[in-house]
């Protein structure tokens, strides 16, 4: 790595997404749990999710005992190799130019060695490579961590979020198997001349509140829903503003909020006391459900590519997850820092 410099800025110059092919809707749960389309939309705003494993995974044999993953079909590391190579792509970068990947995850493929070993090799990065677990939080830990990076003389971080939870969802409990999915997003975080990009931050966990979320090894997920509700909101809130506060902005200054996905209810409810109108938030959960660490960059890449978003323009994101983690971040969007100016530093 390059040596540590003062006053290094950093932007997001390439995204993209990566989602399985398999749809799962309302209709399709409701078929086998007691549950209804009606009862998800009202109280979740999910209507689909897209899954690798679990009884709608392409495979054969009896749905509720199936549990192997389907050789091809894909991994938390395939996802990840598809959305970080989209977003080298996008950023007009090679793997020789990445100095580090971080891959957020709670639904790492093995439990040694991490799975951005495994991410790092496909890519054919040649680069330090670690896993980061906040859960839900974990994509903005993964951003403040690449930009802290940046200001310590790393050029170029590929950040992904990647899940498979339909892994660890047990499918036959209505409360929990209608609210996951799977997905991946990645951003390419990069050192630019000039100011951060990332003007304010909060991150932190409450690790007494981890009994109402969690799963143990080889376990499925068990949450005391109404608990992490009311928690969430509140941490959404507090954090948000905390970030906001360090960065010297208000609510008004957010052109866009990208909270994590898992409830439309926690997102109105967190726009309500944010004061944040809820048009400008990016909601993509109703045809992802939650997927945890690839929630708030899935819904970032749809909102970016939708053109919500133009250079200067303020982002809130904000994610809280099993831990309890939170991290809230504020980011000046800039999406060509190079445009005007000379050519991109040599990697490290
Ligand atoms: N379909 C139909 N009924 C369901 C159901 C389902 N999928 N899941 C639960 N119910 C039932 C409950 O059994 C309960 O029945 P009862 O009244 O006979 O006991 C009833 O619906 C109401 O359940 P309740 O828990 O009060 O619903 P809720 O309004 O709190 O919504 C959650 C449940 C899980 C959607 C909501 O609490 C939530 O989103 N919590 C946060 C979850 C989360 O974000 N987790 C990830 C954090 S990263």
Known sequence: MAPMAPNRGSAITGWAMALPPTIVTNEDLSRYLDTS????VDRTGIRERRVIYGPFAPRPADPLTWTSPPMGIGTTA???IEAGRKALDAAHLGAEDIDLLILCTTTPDQAVPATSS???SALGLHCAAFDLNAACAGFVYGLVTAASFITGGAHRVLVIGSETLSRIVDWTDRETAVLFGDGAGAVVVEEVPGDSSLLGWDVG???QLQPILYADHGGSLQMVGK???RRAVRATVESSQAAMERAKVTPDDIALFVPHQANSRIIEAACARLEIPIERAAVMLDRTGNTSSAS???ALCEAVDAGRVADGDLILMSGFGAGMTWASAVWRWCSDPFQDCAERPASG
């Not at 389309?37 to 998800?40: A, F, L, Q």
Request: charged residues 15%; negative net charge; aromatic residues 10%.
């Open 78 to 80: 395939s996802l990840a």
């Open 227 to 229: 608990e992490v509700f």
């Open 37 to 40: 389309d009606s009862w998800i």
């Open 205 to 207: 966990v409450d690790g």
């Open 296 to 298: 708030i960059p899935l």
């Open 118 to 120: 495994v991410v790092q």
